[in-house]
């Protein structure tokens, strides 16, 4: 984060990968990360590094916060509806998995995976630090303030992340159609025929977010509720694909370029 600024005044564009300016309330995010932050004079130049959002501001940006793994899931998959003001954007729930590469190399015993192996546990319920990044995001898409219950699990696989989406529906649209026409284009959002569930090795190795809509149906009655499954690998999609892609963006190079690669199955 020190070096930044020295970059900057030489000249260079930066895109970086840490959460350092991804959150532009520097007093929230010295609260989250436990810290003063090194740089804030720099933050209100960063521009968050979602392509699907920010493509405009991304060509034109000095300084790209790219974005974290779970906000990147989680965001794609309720972006839809909050632009559309279609659901209650004061309880929207995210349960979302990730696997143990979610957490780096550093070496912790329960991260291990003979530790991880045949297990799946919750962590960070209290509260997780991708929380304000995925609030501030989806408050951008509304024009307000949402609620969100984000609760992060480790799962029993290296990589991986699937968000399942929960949302209050406050009014009837096709969503299947809404999600389609929003996409449209975008070459790394792959929204799936109704009726689809979309699993991590679909995407692994890939820059790709994979995504299904869900209309439960609640006895004879039709539920209130909508289903949206997000998946994407973390460690593409959710960190340096994503990081590749704003660079294209940036230098103004075919948006996927060195990202076709297929994913890798099984």
């Given amino acids: 984060m020190t070096e930044t600024r020295a970059l900057?005044?030489?000249g260079a564009r930066i895109i970086d990968l840490?959460?350092?300016?991804?959150?532009?309330?520097?007093?929230?995010?010295?609260?989250?990360?436990?810290?003063?932050?090194a740089s804030p004079e720099l933050v209100d130049q960063a521009v968050y590094g979602l392509c699907e959002v920010n493509r405009a501001s991304i060509r034109e940006a000095r300084l790209i916060a790219n974005p974290g793994c779970y906000p990147t899931a989680v965001q794609l998959g309720f972006l839809p509806l909050v632009e559309a003001g279609v659901v209650d954007l004061d309880h929207l729930i995210a349960d979302a998995k990730s696997?143990?590469?979610?957490?780096?190399?550093?070496?912790?015993l329960h991260l291990a995976f003979s530790e991880a192996s045949d297990n799946f546990m919750a962590y960070g319920v209290p509260g997780h630090r991708h929380w304000p990044e995925i609030r501030q995001g989806l408050a951008q898409a509304a024009g307000r303030e949402i609620g969100l219950v984000f609760t992060a699990h480790l799962t029993p696989m290296i990589r991986g992340i699937h968000a399942t989406l929960y949302a209050r529906v406050s009014a009837e649209r096709d969503f299947q159609a809404l999600y389609q026409q929003r996409y449209a284009g975008e070459p790394f959002v792959d929204v799936m025929p109704a009726g689809?569930?979309?699993?991590?090795?679909?995407?692994?190795?890939?820059?790709?977010?994979?995504?299904a809509v869900h209309r439960p149906r609640e006895t004879a009655a039709r539920s209130d509720t909508l289903v949206v499954l997000s998946v994407i690998d973390n460690l593409v999609k959710g960190a340096s694909g994503?990081?590749?892609?704003?660079?294209?963006?940036m230098f103004g190079l075919p948006e996927s370029m060195g990202l076709e690669q297929i994913p890798i199955v099984p």
Avoid at 22 to 32: H, V, Y
């Fill in 8 to 10: 900057l005044d030489a």
């Fill in 18 to 37: 840490s959460a350092d300016f991804r959150i532009r309330d520097i007093a929230e995010w010295e609260r989250w990360y436990g810290m003063k932050h």
């Fill in 99 to 108: 696997g143990v590469s979610g957490a780096g190399r550093k070496a912790e």
């Fill in 196 to 211: 689809s569930h979309p699993d991590t090795r679909s995407v692994r190795a890939a820059n790709l977010c994979r995504i």
């Fill in 242 to 249: 994503q990081a590749v892609q704003n660079m294209n963006i």
